[in-house]
């Protein structure tokens, strides 16, 4: 029971990690119909920027949000030197090698500046974990669902309720008709992969203190992001959070029940057949294709 | 075509220089090449053999994968587990090493029936990833992560297999031999049907199937020969090194193959040489930098992405174009041009009178729209039918049912006698049901003359193997195919573009093109929808030609189209449509008189005088 | 129909004197492929110019690229008095040139209120108060988009989309605005009442540039009309003049003297 | 597009040159008449990059204090590092370049085992002494053909460790009820057959095997399955960030066994986990915090001297038995080709087996015995020494109130 109990809460921090990696990777996707495929390092920066600017003696809350905005920046950047000039015509893949030559250069320049060693990212939160009998978690763990319900949330608002919002889902419908009311969708572009940044980001910003800071933290986080984003069908963000938690915590039970060292393998499998059953993914909605 | 033979001589020299590479040093009297530079010549072949598998998914079918690694891998691994646990001989493990892998990527191919683009993506790089967990936690079977070590060194006849300076470097041959092998493979593969399909396909894959190229089946094709040549490389790998686990095979591994294909070019033919030489001589050039290589890797690659984003091949042959750049006139003769020789085209019409194609009851739904609604039509042959109707009056879904694009909610078509319901477009492609589309088409990266090959895809007979080998029925039906081609771009008085890219053509031009295709499937049926959009009234005057000289021959051709005159001038018989029912059906006369059509299209009490009728059918 | 006609006949032609859009030598092609060969055009301020021809003419192409849609090969376009060749749309728009397009293109997962928030992105900053005023005007005009005002756009029906499109137009407070096939799918009804708003938006002192297929419509609620073929202008002039001309139909229908 | 074609011809030549690069570089002299120099193939970029820093410290050191006395045979030893990015066969490219294209008489090996298991055939083949001083695998010095004559190793050896760490877990353990814990590595992997012969020679039964692959966050479930098995005792086989995560998934579910743990635990670790490190032990061959000799004290300070932005204090010898042993490496090699007394690999590989000398970390006597696979090791068990984290500082266990009480 108290096994059970542990593998839905680490469950459900992690699966809000992978959630909160695969809201940023579907706000590039609506915005650009392409993503930024390193992501994970931007979830990277987040954190090990944290760590950087604690060393210069900012205290942890300022750097948090230092590092978050530091990465944003970085994020818009890449969209506006690699994802834009090699997302010209439809369905072009230039953007995916770009960036993934671009995310190495972030991810050896971060070892090299950085180290190769994790570096603890000190948190009051992350120093003793509350006891539910045999079962615990740290404080910081629960940060991460409530951030990722809040960031849903406030994700909702602000596409329904903002200008900004409104002209994002008006970029992400029709570039055309977006620029003849009046929007610059370019630049609501660059905008929407900044917003994306931050969010990955803060996720590493926030898992920092459980899992240290290091410049290999982000590649696999990346990656299962975008894998949950896809199997969620990449535009819809409700489905992203559900797909993105419940794959967290069903990688604990495989753990619990299944085998730890197939972890990945079960579940990547998984991710597939549900592909395969779902092609445009579990919540994406069908399109009618026009011949 | 000089630019062929160029390509030729280029590929012996390449072979010569890497045939005498090892012998340098006996030219210049050093003691070079070392094991060292031998290794990396032949881990570069080893390489170039995956990149060139990889360059026909990528660069021909489309199909951008990043598991190709994992491919790569399971040859490697076949090849050391048959050696080191049931004492294969070399041959024998390569041809296992290589048989495996081809049936892993065909059973990878079946993604590509339900996703698409990013998402197939996603599935080869979680193919990937599952491979690699597997090699590095199944132990007993894989070694883990210790790998398999300490295989038998490979023999063929009792001869040793090795590569290094000091004893015997004839493995290094062996390997050349192979990647020459994957290069004829591409070559043939490319320059035949299959790759013509392959290429349509990814550009267009609607027109693919409407001439009746099986998509799923080329595809499957490609991702076994690829994975297959992925297999053959892994087999070399694990007798080169004797030694293999999981950390050759990963997800970056995978990336640095794609990345080579693109930096060569993806599609070309030297691309993935070019692109393996250079990354992977990068990789060692680069050990310099120490602790920042990898960034200098990354950096390299954001140069070569910027400075050519058609990669080393592709970049090259659009400056040598711009360089070269002739713009000797080309003379567009007219049309239609009933030489001799297009009898074939015509040969074998259903006789006169006799019902080509009947609908009875059909209807089509999306989810809660009716595009077509209990529709019942005749089409006899040798006749010219029009179906015209206003806007969303579901003309084009009719067509589309009828080519095998929709499936009919209820009701069934016939076609030249036989119920058709379900069959796929690229079976009624064979059975002699061509179209052409409302917004051309066409395969815009492809030349002319092989937009109008690609049409010729369901006459071939000669199989996979015949096409490799260049067996002679392939080459005859080559030549048959490229004869009829070239007559058909003479009928519609394209000869003079044969070479040009399809996309380069002027509108005009394009539905041209776009209806020679359709003939080169020698139909039986003609589907036209809306030829005459956008054409200028000469144009518009032979298009009428045209159509009238088929049907003339026994052609049966159905017609969409807006232009009423057009449609008086080549219909025998029309059919109007109006929310997706048949409101009138007759010879062209009596559904002009018909009320209920006036109704149709310009609503009550309006219209007045014979202008605005007519201009507002056009509607 | 008649009604449109009448509509036409009272009003008054406006001197083209004042241009506030002046094209000159304009060209178009994609890849190699020229659309528009050179076109000259000019709309007076306050006029109401058609533009008519084939399928495949060049019409909408010409007016991408006036709208900053797609940027033109060669030729220039001034805009209420200044050069605006190759500007971005949503910086026309900024000037005060709003756009229609084919096919309508509404923000179909957006409530149709928001959708008109949208048409005003370039001022909405300045007035929020000017542009709720707007919209009221937007319903008075359109009491459809009233009964629906919470609706999403995708569940409007070809009519009502069209009405929401020249609304959103319409906020931005543009001095052109570029219908490009308004009649596109609609029955003749609809156009019979659309049509008509367009002529009193005229008379309010809105310039604009109508493309049409519908040649009849076209030139029945225009002052002036250019006939375009192969992305050339063939000819142009005052609509009613051309309404009879023999010279449109062939043009435009391609009829050489048949039957 | 003028921008692109502009740019190609340059690139293309560049693109060109690398290839031709392939076919320049400088020719090597006689193959039996070596180079003075030591190749390395190690992790200089990647997760293991810290541990491939530490060693170049270590050598980079030692070396300076040989060839600022003249070097050995009146010439300096020159270093060259090759990455081998954590791959095998990069790792055989660098041996090849090593042997062959820099002709160096000697090669030195990084941390990672199957790229030294990988260089078995190629060494032999060229006839190209290597020593490690990390990767403690088994196999790296124990060939299946029972015929390594040119891999030697200063440093563990996994077999040795495992037997070590489980006479040690026995004695702590109340229940007797010890588990195994290990990383999803060829190390970790390679370590389990080990253990269990290990524990089947001390009477121990394992009451767990537990594995987790690097990069993991979370061992929740391992550790509550070890717990509801009743497990007191652990022994771990992992390194730094890996093991900092189990400890706080040890911590999350309210359990905390005795640790003892192979040497992949170092002061990140301690940095990492804070408190929760305290009185884990970890064997080493040399602990940098004790009393130290009077060698390993100018070791010390020539490392802190060399690179004094890097090695402040003895914390940040983040590698403390891998650098002691490289150390000892370079000085054994330097005596080796004293004895053979020409850079030749072959002498020096015989000469090898003729060192005697006493190091930091052992006193090596003979360093090397020539057919027997057993010491083709120069750190025999009797040198481990237990060790402890105490304070965040890894401390000779008897420093530590952690010591042997029973």
Known sequence: ??????????????????????????????????????????????????????????????????????????????????????????????????????????????????????????????????????????????????????????????????????????????????????????????????????????????????????????????????????????ANARGVVIAGVLYGVSEKFIEGYLSTAARDAIGFTLMVLLLLLFPQGLFGRKEIKKV | MSGKALGWLALAL??????????????????????????????????????????????????????????????????????????????????????????????????????????????????????????????????????????????????????????????????????????????????????????????????????????????????????????????????????????????????????????????????????????????????????????????????????????????????????????????????????????????????????????????LRFGGLTAVNSVAMEVRSGTVHALIGPNGAGKSSLLNVISGFYRATEGEV?????????????????????????????????????????????????????????????????????????????????????????????????????????????????????????????????????????????MTVILVEHHVDMIMAVSDRVTVLDYGEVIADGTVAEVQANPRVIEAYFGAGTGNGPQTEQTEVTA | MNAITDLAAAEQPSPASAPILSVNGLRVSYGRIEAVRGVDLAVGAGEFVGIIGSNGAGKTSLLRAVTGVLKPVGGSVRFDGADTTGLKSHAMVARGLAMVPEGRMVFADQSVRDNLVLGAFSRIGQDRAGVEADIARMIGLFPRLGERIDQQAGTLSGGEQQMLAIARGLLSRPKLLVIDELSLGLAPKILDMLFPVLTQLNREGLSILLVEQMASYALAVTHRTYVMENGRVLFDGESKALAGDDRVLDAYLGRRGKH | MTAQARSTRPLATLALGLLAGLALGPAPAAAQRAESCIGISMEVTGPLANQGLMLRIAIETALDRINGAGGVLGRPLRLVIYDDVGEPARAVDNARRIGERDNCVVMFGGARTPNAIALREPLAEMGLPWIGAISAGTGVIEHPNGRNEWMFRVSMKDRWVTEYLVQQAKARSQNGKIAFVYEGTAWGQGALPDIEAAARRNGVALAGRETFNIGDQDMSAQMIRLRDAGVDTVVLWAVDRESANMLRSMDRIGWKPKIVSAWGLTTAFARAVGPLADGIMVAGTFNWNGPLSPEAQAALDAMKAKFPDRIRTTADLEQPSAMANAWDAIFILAEALKIAGAYDRTKLRDAMFRVNYTGIVADYRPAFIRGNQERMDAVLPEAYKLQAFHNGMLMPIEATPYGMRN
């Not at chain 2, 799923?216 to 040549?229: I, K, N």
């Not at chain 2, 030694?243 to 591994?253: G, P, R, S």
């Not at chain 2, 409302?438 to 007979?461: I, K, S």
């Open chain 1, 1 to 234: 029971m108290e096994a059970v109990t542990q593998y839905l809460l680490t469950g459900l921090s992690v699966g809000s990690v992978y959630a909160m990696v695969g809201l940023g990777f579907y706000v590039m996707w609506t915005a650009a119909k392409a993503v930024n495929f390193n992501f994970g390092d931007i979830f990277m920066l987040g954190a090990v920027l944290t760590v950087v600017a604690m060393d210069q003696g900012i205290p942890l809350l300022p750097a948090a949000v230092l590092a978050v905005v530091v990465a944003a920046i970085a994020a818009a950047a890449i969209e506006r030197g690699f994802v834009r000039p090699f997302n010209q015509e439809a369905n072009a893949i230039g953007w995916m090698l770009t960036t993934i030559a671009v995310g190495t250069m972030i991810e050896s320049a971060t070892t090299a500046l950085f180290g190769s060693n994790p570096r603890g990212l000190p948190s009051p939160l992350a120093e003793s974990p509350i006891r539910l009998g045999g079962a615990g978690i740290y404080p910081q763990e629960l940060l991460l669902p409530v951030a990722l319900v809040l960031v849903a949330v406030g994700l909702e608002l602000f596409y329904r309720r903002t200008m900004l919002g409104r002209a994002m889902r008006a970029v992400a419908w029709n570039r055309t008709a977006a620029g003849l009311v009046g929007i610059d969708a370019d630049r609501i572009t660059l905008i929407a992969f900044g917003l994306a940044g931050g969010l990955g980001a803060m996720a590493g910003v926030l898992i920092g203190p459980v899992v240290q800071a290091s410049s290999t933290m982000g590649g696999v986080i990346g990656l299962k992001g975008f894998m949950v984003a896809i199997i969620a069908g990449i």
């Open chain 2, 14 to 363: 390449f072979a010569a220089v890497l045939a005498a590479f090892p012998w340098t040093g006996d030219l210049i009297g050093e003691r070079w090449p070392t094991s060292y530079e031998l290794r990396l010549v032949i881990r570069a072949m080893i390489i170039g053999i995956v990149v060139i598998g990889l360059n026909l998914l990528v660069g021909f079918a489309g199909l951008v994968s990043l598991g190709q690694a994992a491919l790569y891998g399971l040859g490697a691994h076949v090849a050391a587990l048959l050696s080191l646990r049931a004492g294969f001989s070399f041959i024998e493990s390569m041809a296992f090493a290589v048989a495996i892998p081809a049936m892993m990527g065909a059973v990878l191919a079946f993604p590509t029936v339900r996703v698409r683009d990013v998402y197939l993506t996603v599935i080869t790089i979680a193919f990937g990833l599952v491979f690699v967990n597997i090699l590095r936690d199944w132990v007993s079977v894989t070694g883990g992560a210790s790998g398999l070590a300490n295989l038998p060194r490979p023999t063929i006849l009792g001869e040793r297999l090795l590569a290094t300076r000091a004893a015997s470097f004839n493995y290094y041959y062996i390997v050349l031999l192979c990647l020459l092998v994957a290069l004829w493979v591409q070559y043939a593969v490319a320059h035949s049907r299959y790759g013509r399909a392959l290429r349509a396909a990814s550009q267009s894959e609607n027109a693919a199937r409407a001439l009746g190229v099986n998509v799923v089946a080329v595809r499957t094709l490609a991702f076994a020969v690829s994975a297959g040549l992925a297999g053959l490389a892994g087999g070399l790998f694990a007798n080169l090194a004797l030694f293999v686990n999981y950390e050759t095979f990963t997800f970056t591994a995978s990336i640095e193959l794609l990345l080579m294909v693109i930096l060569g070019g993806a599609g070309t033919m030297a691309g993935p040489i070019l692109g393996t030489g250079t990354l992977f001589a990068a990789q060692q050039f680069l050990q310099g930098l120490g602790e920042w290589q990898t960034f200098g890797y990354g950096l390299l690659l954001v140069l070569v992405l910027f400075l050519m984003p058609k990669g080393i091949v592709g970049s090259l042959a659009a400056l040598r174009a711009r360089m070269v750049a002739k713009p000797e006139a080309r003379e567009t003769s007219a049309w239609p041009n009933w030489g001799s020789g297009l009898e074939t085209i015509t040969a074998a019409p259903d006789e006169r009178g006799q019902v080509t194609m009947a609908a009875s009851g059909l209807t």
């Open chain 2, 414 to 554: 016939r076609v030249f006698g036989q119920a058709v319901a379900n069959a796929p477009p690229y079976a009624l492609a064979k059975l002699g049901v061509a179209r052409s589309f409302q917004n051309t088409e066409l395969f815009g990266r492809m030349t002319v003359l092989d937009n109008v090959l690609v049409g010729a895809q369901p006459h071939f007979r000669s199989g996979f193997v015949e096409t490799i080998l260049r067996l002679p029925r392939f080459r005859r039906e080559e030549r048959e195919a490229l004869a009829e081609a070239l007559r058909l771009l003479r009928f519609v008085g394209l000869s003079d573009f044969a070479a040009e890219e399809a996309r380069n053509l002027p509108f005009g031009h394009q539905r041209r093109l776009e209806i020679a295709r359709a003939l080169a499937l020698r139909p039986k049926l003609l589907l036209l929808d809306e030829p005459a959009a956008g054409l200028t009234h000469g144009e518009i005057e032979d298009l009428v030609k045209l159509i009238r000289g088929l049907a003339d021959r026994g």
